[in-house]
């Protein structure tokens, strides 16, 4: 076998083996395709897009709880009730008794834990399938929110509270036209991005492990770079990069360390591939389990305080139909319908992908039926294509 036979054997040998997750960066493109033709252009304008991020946010977080709870092999359906419920806790502390933003978030994100403590205690320790405990929790918390703010709208936060979801970094020098610090920032992340890439394919080539060609390597460099840098143009040709956007990249870092380099990520993974093999492999699922809720809980927490600083205000409706983006953004990502399988970074890409739809039919005016519709076939979709890749590669 020549050497350019070899090389193509080794990347359709590394496509085949993450289609799943390559299949996710085709159809973000491709529905970012048609909206922006569908939309003469402004899809892809700067404001949009800077929109777009804002509107992925408080999805992305959940989206970002909700692939673990997957992984683990459950479902958490009450995640959009507590986002409400913790998002009008947070607007009675700050605008009825008038605390300041840092112990209104530290009380509100505690309140959050307490609700996953709550969760995993029945799901980990008293075998309640998760299904039933997270479909009472929505109802519960539901009814909680209507009970605490007695049916009304709560607001407005102040100017600090905002902040978190419509404040941008303040720039470090003033040029007409371009965010400076944006730039900067986006030109250092590529930079570290190449520096890991190289290390990765280094400790592989060490371990004897498959490795792209160098020439696709490069190219695969060159592509991902550009991307970062649309992405950060994309913001810099507008105000900069938004406080939400910080808050979901620290995130993304956070939890792709646990789930990678720790023991808690490597049990999850663990007792969602075989619950039965971990046990015996001497993995305690149920504090494993626990641990995965009372992170769920905090980040439903996070998610609704995003949210209703975004709308200044906390409503009893709020949260509607968030758990259905986060789970359809995780499945989207590639997180495996039969757990096991999935991954943080993914499941951000998949609510990028779920607001892109939200965002790009609303930018139609599509009726909102349609919406439902269409939102309902992707997942649909994402599922089939999940099962369909498994079974090819049995």
């Known amino acids: 076998m020549d050497k350019k036979q070899k090389n193509l054997n080794t990347l359709t040998n590394l496509m085949k083996g993450n289609i799943r997750q390559y299949g996710m960066f085709i159809a973000l493109f491709v529905i970012m395709v048609i909206f922006n033709i569908l939309t003469k252009g402004t899809f892809v304008s700067a404001r949009n897009l800077t929109n777009l991020y804002l509107q992925t946010g408080y999805i992305a977080v959940l989206a970002t709880g909700m692939v673990l709870v997957i992984i683990a092999g459950h479902i958490d359906l009450s995640v959009g009730s507590i986002a409400a419920f913790t998002g009008a806790i947070a607007a009675i502390l700050q605008v009825k008794m008038g605390l300041p933003t840092i112990p209104t978030v530290l009380i509100t994100l505690l309140v959050g834990a307490l609700i996953g403590c709550w969760q995993g205690f029945w799901i980990a320790y008293r ?195 968030f758990e259905l983006d986060a789970i359809a953004a995780s499945f989207i990502g590639g997180a495996s319908a039969s757990g096991g399988v999935g991954t943080v970074f993914g499941a951000i890409i998949g609510a990028l992908v779920m607001a892109s739809i939200n965002n790009g039919m609303s930018l139609l005016n599509l009726d909102i039926s349609y919406q439902y519709l269409i939102k309902g076939l992707v997942l649909l979709l994402a599922v089939w294509f999940d099962i369909s890749t498994r079974n090819k590669n049995k």
């Open 127 to 321: 075998k309640v399938p998760a299904f039933i405990v997270t479909l009472a929790s929505m109802l519960m918390f539901r009814g909680a929110v209507i009970a605490i703010t007695k049916g009304q709208t709560i607001g407005p936060f102040s100017d600090s509270f905002n902040r978190m979801s419509v404040g941008y970094l303040p720039d470090i020098a003033n040029f007409e036209g371009i965010h400076l610090l944006s730039l900067l920032i986006g030109v250092v992340g590529i930079v570290i991005y190449a520096v890991m890439e190289f290390n990765k394919r280094e400790k592989r080539r060490g371990y004897g492990f498959e490795v792209l060609p160098i020439q696709f390597f490069i190219g695969k460099l060159i592509l991902v770079s550009g991307l970062i840098l649309a992405f950060i143009l994309s913001m810099a040709l507008y105000k900069g990069i938004p406080y939400t956007v910080i808050i979901v990249v620290l995130l993304i870092g956070l939890y792709t360390f646990i789930t990678t380099k720790t023991p808690l990520g490597r049990h999850v993974y663990a007792i969602g591939g075989n619950l039965e093999a971990a046990r015996l492999s001497g993995i305690s699922a149920r504090k494993t389990l626990f641990k995965v809720f009372v992170s769920m809980g905090t980040l439903a927490a996070l998610s609704g305080m995003i949210y209703s600083a975004r709308l200044n205000s906390a409503a009893p409706s709020a949260g509607n139909l």
